[in-house]
């Protein structure tokens, strides 16, 4: 039986927990699942198995095949059913409600967690924004005059962020060139972010302040926001990302509660600008101490830590609604790739290669500069847990397959 260390209190389990499962009572992250022949409807992470919150609690908003429902019902309805599982599942008096309806996790099919509203991804690493900086602008300044001064962000597509497993066809687009061709991109990448999921809304006109993140964030997934660099380096003077980013976003299954995240919550990066009132976090620092794996068919090749981002979460949203703009359940905002001083922190392979010209030497010999047809990728993240282990934020795995498109 596991120990559970609580803020006050340390309880037992009558669950079986595998040892050094990042799915301990310390996460309790949520999903949407199925088993063959049912619906879709929501559960619980923990340990090898997932409770069917559907079944278990007898709650409709259980059953709606999304998280949205659930999310809408706000911060207080959040932090009661917390408490309700973490008491089913450490007082023996449930055991005989709860125990029929954990299900093993590897017999279960996840879904989409969330039908996603809008979708925003910032640039907020300051070593990823630096060695891009460096790379795509040799001899400039590698950061632009606003970087310090705000969080750098885009409106990507909601219609294209998809479930953990989903192929990634490869994008097609202008490549540039003189002229410029299209056809599949030559470089694909990845980019191993972390993303923050909204669940109550806000009213148009009023921005949301930095100490208000955790009355209007849910929780957090784990997020691979693939890029084409050829698509995306022809496009995006003077507006922006546009095709080379909008084809696909990847996230995690589970999204893990910020209830689960206090024991990883550390004061942000040094700024070397003041800044702003609004985005002043002197007394609402949301650094999150967490550290991600980026894997190549398996290999890993980079630990990117959090930790070190320089725009934290808290600041995102309040520079997200700044002007008024109004936040809806579902809303997903990603960090941006996480980086950190080291090469073998870097999260993307434009960074990993030097834009191309450093070569990755994989275990089995092969090389890659950008991904080819038929590569995998895996990002996972763990988090240091209340209970003093390290809890899991799931991972989020996507091969790439080739486009069937005639070269023009």
């Known amino acids: 039986m596991e120990l559970v260390h609580g803020p006050a209190t340390v309880r037992n389990t009558w669950l079986e927990l595998p040892a050094g499962t ?36 007898g709650d409709d908003v259980h059953a709606t095949g999304s998280l ?37 996790r590897d017999g279960v099919t996840m879904h989409l967690p969330v039908e996603v509203a809008d979708y925003v991804d910032f640039y907020s690493s300051r070593h990823h924004a630096e060695n ?18 705000l969080p750098v962000g885009y409106h990507g597509r909601a219609g294209t962020v998809r479930v953990s497993g989903t192929p990634v066809v490869r994008p097609a687009g202008q490549r540039p060139g003189t002229p410029p061709t299209f056809g599949p991109t030559e470089r694909l990448d990845v980019e ?12 148009l006109g009023t921005p949301v302040p930095l100490g208000d993140l955790a009355e209007h964030v849910f929780g957090v997934c784990v997020v691979n926001d693939w890029s084409a660099r050829d698509v995306q380096a022809w496009e995006y003077a003077p ?17 893990v509660p910020l209830a689960a995240l206090e024991a990883a919550r550390v004061p942000a990066p040094a700024r070397d600008v003041t800044l702003l009132p609004y985005l002043d976090d002197r007394e609402h620092p949301w650094g999150l101490d967490l550290t991600l794996e980026l894997r190549l068919n398996g ?33 997903l ?45 895996t990002v996972s993240a763990t988090a240091p ?18 486009h069937p498109i005639r070269e023009e």
């Open 239 to 255: 507006l922006g990302p546009f095709l080379g980013k909008s084809f696909l976003t990847s996230v995690s299954p589970w999204v």
């Open 132 to 149: 891009l900086g460096r790379i795509l602008r040799p001899g400039s300044p590698p950061l632009l005059p606003n970087w310090e001064h």
């Open 333 to 377: 905002f990603a960090s941006g790739t996480v980086s950190g001083p080291r090469h073998d922190q870097r999260g993307s392979l434009v960074e990993l290669s030097e834009g191309g010209t450093r070569p990755l030497t994989l275990a089995d010999g092969t090389t890659r500069t950008f991904l080819e047809d038929g590569d995998e990728v």
């Open 68 to 104: 949205n429902a659930f999310l809408a019902r706000g911060p207080a309805a959040w932090r009661e059913l917390r408490a309700q599982l973490t008491e089913w599942l450490t007082d023996d008096r449930y055991r005989a409600r709860v125990e029929p309806h954990l299900l093993p």
């Open 192 to 203: 191993a972010e972390i993303g923050f999921v909204v669940g109550t809304p806000s009213e």
């Open 299 to 331: 290999q890993l090749v980079s630990c990117p830590p959090f930790a070190d981002m320089y725009w934290t979460p808290a600041q995102q949203l309040a520079h997200l609604t700044a002007n008024g703009a109004a936040l809806r359940t579902g809303d």
């Open 385 to 402: 847990g209340t209970d003093g282990g390290r809890i899991s934020l799931g991972e989020v795995t996507g091969r790439v397959v080739a």
């Open 22 to 57: 990042g799915f301990g009572l310390a996460n309790l992250p949520y999903g949407v699942f199925s088993t063959p022949g049912t619906p879709p409807r929501t559960g619980i992470a923990v340990g090898d198995d997932v409770l069917d919150l559907a079944a278990a609690t």
